[in-house]
């Protein structure tokens, strides 16, 4: 059995995630997961897990929350999987 690093659950069906930095972590659930990697949207501060969208480097649930903090250089974001700024 493997212990998740989130909650200390030591469970048998734990999984493992690895990331493209090459960390290896370990959780008994997605919610577990989620909160430790998720990324957190820059200007309402939640937990981004859907697609999102990055302008300038820096992470947003949405285009709404994108055109907020980035303005114009958020103005050509959409909240449409595969959108793309010009």
């Not at 200390?8 to 090459?22: C, H, I, K, L, Q």
Request: glycine share 8%.
């Amino acid at each position: 059995m493997a212990t998740c690093e989130v909650c200390g659950n030591d469970y048998w069906m734990a999984f493992e995630v690895r990331t493209v930095s090459g960390d290896t972590h370990t959780f008994d659930s997605f919610e577990c997961a989620v909160h430790k990697l998720a990324p957190i949207c820059e200007n309402c501060q939640l937990k981004i897990v859907g697609h999102g969208t990055e302008v300038s480097g820096r992470f947003f649930c949405s285009a709404h929350c994108a055109r907020a903090v980035e303005g114009e250089r958020a103005a050509a974001i959409a909240d449409a999987v595969g959108a793309r700024p010009a």
